[in-house]
T-cell receptor, first 112, second 108 residues
Framework: DTAVSQTPKYLVTQMGNDKSIKCEQN?????MYWYKQDSKKFLKIMFS???????INETVPNRFSPKSPDKAHLNLHINSLELGDSAVYFC???????????FGPGTRLTVT | DAKTTQPPSMDCAEGRAANLPCNHS???????VYWYRQIHSQGPQYIIH???NNETNEMASLIITEDRKSSTLILPHATLRDTAVYYC?????????FGAGTTVTVRA
């Protein structure tokens, strides 16, 4: 009974492709997030959704588009993948803004 | 944004208490201090958070100075499984901004 799950765990793809990463939480939380952890291990927030509405959108290329079909899911679509998109992407959720966040296991994206 | 300063690394003996310092001298009156950790290749894990008072839970204790300019995370009895990167974060605009953290290595 994983709290926050992500699929796939690993994703290897070529430049220019379009890919999606899925995230699901079974905690009944209202807020979900996407983070990117680059090769230097810095973890940066990308997006946050609260009750299916976009709340936080950091300076992220518009090739990245989050989609929240319902409160339990927040998927990340990436168009025209670039080498610099290679990173580990973490999904997280919290009951509400400012509450402790629960992170998924991460998706390691490698763009060749 | 209130920023935090942590030592880059520290070692701790198994079974002993680990005291992790954090400076946040520009913290505002209503900003919380959060601690997370990231064990190798895993997602970050919430540890504890506080505003003014000291806090304790099953994982750790958080001691916040009276002027709130610094805090200390205490792991009372460190185990090898506590080896991780520990992040001290001041919550600003409901966003967690992770810094470099402190790499804690617990040695047998």
């Amino acid at each position: 009974d994983t709290a926050v799950s992500q699929t796939p765990k690993y994703l290897v793809t070529q430049m220019g492709n379009d890919k999606s990463i899925k995230c699901e939480q079974n905690l009944g939380h209202d807020t979900m997030y996407w983070y990117k952890q680059d090769s230097k291990k810095f973890l940066k927030i990308m997006f946050s959704y609260n009750n299916k509405e976009l709340i936080i959108n950091e300076t992220v290329p518009n090739r990245f588009s989050p989609k929240s079909p319902d409160k339990a899911h927040l998927n990340l679509h990436i168009n025209s993948l670039e080498l610099g998109d290679s990173a580990v992407y973490f999904c997280a959720s919290s009951q509400d803004w400012g509450d402790e966040q629960y992170f998924g296991p991460g998706t390691r994206l490698t763009v060749t | 944004d209130a920023k935090t300063t942590q030592p880059p690394s520290m070692d701790c003996a198994e079974g002993r208490a680990a005291n992790l310092p954090c400076n946040h001298s520009t913290i505002s009156g209503n900003e919380y201090v959060y601690w997370y950790r990231q064990i190798h290749s895993q997602g970050p894990q919430y540890i504890i958070h506080g505003l003014k008072n000291n806090e304790t839970n099953e994982m750790a204790s958080l001691i916040i100075t009276e002027d709130r300019k610094s805090s200390t995370l205490i792991l009372p009895h460190a185990t090898l499984r506590d080896t991780a990167v520990y992040y001290c974060i001041v919550l600003n605009d409901y966003k967690l901004s992770f810094g470099a953290g402190t790499t804690v290595t617990v040695r047998a």
